[in-house]
């Protein structure tokens, strides 16, 4: 069991199988959370559990509200960019926008600053370190062609190696700080850059660790697929093996979606946070999988709105590069391109990461408010009348 509990169930450890010791209540949504042994005071809340699992705020006599069964049912309470409540996809993505324009400070200090590192890091690696592409001959044959476009892309995958390194940590490290800051957030406190960075600095190690493993199960998966069409020279079994590795490769990454939450705001462990997503996900996969696949768009269209135009300056400014390709040779380009298309990756990096990495931390903080009420734990976080004073757990781990 942690000894520290995380920000995610403050006064309780939902890692499975383990017994915190705290009587659980009669009728929760599941059976293996933890809840923590500050409830409510008597009296002050009556209304039954909604549909999902997540728990109405105290009712008090002329709130108004909507009834509902016969309750009256006032407004969930909201100390920050969500509602204590179970969220709709909208209320998700609105509330890591919400985010960005609540903490533009701390968080464009985060993406700006080392989306400007990988850049530059990608610039030297392409001008410096990326041989040239290997040279192609219109009249080949077809044999010879095939070669020269597997040659041109594995010279292409080496030479890119190096980038995709840096990237992977910067990703990492934009990852860990951003969830520190949504889940501040999320309880209406601000968070600076120094506080962000002091409380995910001991879980980066993890999160890599954590993100490579995925990476590898992923890559396992596919190659599994591909093999038994290698070893038996068939070319349909090639492709159903690739279509089979690539439709279990997504349905994992969705179930591993909420494990980087997890052991950032719960203190768990590579192993364990990976079993907690994948608990998590159980029986809302579909729901998971649409929220993440829309964010993705979403991401990708907003992406290419800002890189297009930089891209256009780019190849109008770099006239040899602009040259070459209606000469149909392949492009050589020059510092200017690379800077202008920097730019444009940079501005690119400091809106979508806030959004990707805030959808994926409300989605873990809306299947934990269906399934283990944990919209209650988070009032007494932020301190809302009528739900007890945070627990121990609440005030060291930061909120």
């Known amino acids: ?78 100390p920050g960019v969500i509602p204590l409540r179970p969220l709709g996809t909208g209320e998700i993505l609105d509330g890591a926008v919400s ?34 592409p290997p040279a192609t001959n219109p009249d080949a044959t077809p044999e010879e062609a095939l070669n020269q476009v597997v040659e041109s892309t594995q010279s292409s995958l080496i030479a890119s190696l190096p980038a995709l390194g840096i990237g992977l940590i910067t990703s990492i490290i934009i990852t860990a700080l951003l969830t520190v800051v949504i889940s501040r957030s999320v309880l209406g406190r601000q968070v600076s850059l120094a506080d962000a960075w002091a409380e995910a600095r001991p879980r980066l190690l993890q999160l890599l660790g954590l993100t490579v493993l995925i990476v590898l199960i992923c890559a396992g998966t596919v190659t599994v697929g591909i093999l038994p069409g290698v070893l038996l020279d068939s070319v349909g079994l090639r492709v159903l093996g690739v279509l089979a590795g690539v439709l279990v490769t997504i349905w994992l990454w969705v179930r591993f979606a909420l494990a980087s939450p997890a052991l950032m705001l719960e203190r768990q462990g590579i192993l364990p946070s990976m079993r907690r997503s994948a608990k998590l996900v159980h029986g809302a996969w579909w729901r998971t999988f649409g929220i993440l696949l829309l964010v993705l768009v979403l991401t990708f269209i907003v992406s290419m709105i800002i890189a297009t135009p930089f891209t256009l300056i780019a190849f109008i400014v770099d006239g040899n590069g602009l040259n070459a390709m209606f000469d149909g040779t392949t492009p050589e380009f020059g510092w200017p391109f690379l800077i202008i298309t920097g730019i444009g990756a940079v501005i690119t990096s400091s809106i979508t990461y806030p959004i990707s990495a805030g959808v994926t931390v409300l989605l873990y903080v809306d299947q934990r408010i269906r399934r283990e009420a944990l919209d209650l734990e988070l009032a007494r976080a932020a301190g809302i009348p009528g739900y007890g004073t945070p627990t121990t757990g609440d005030a060291t781990t930061g909120g």
């Open 1 to 78: 069991m942690n000894d520290t509990p995380g920000w995610a169930a403050p006064g309780s450890v939902p890692a499975d199988g383990q017994d915190s010791g705290v009587q659980q209540p009669t009728g929760a949504a599941d059976p293996a959370s933890k809840w923590s042994e500050q409830q409510p005071p008597p009296g002050q809340w009556t209304s039954p559990t909604t549909p999902g699992g997540g728990s109405q705020p105290p009712t008090q006599p002329g709130w108004g509200g909507t009834p509902r069964h016969g309750w009256d049912t006032p407004p969930a309470a909201k």
């Open 99 to 132: 985010t960005l324009r609540a903490h533009w400070r701390t968080v464009l200090s985060i993406t700006i600053t080392l989306s400007v590192i990988t850049q530059l890091a990608d610039i030297l690696i392409q001008r410096y370190l990326v041989p040239a």
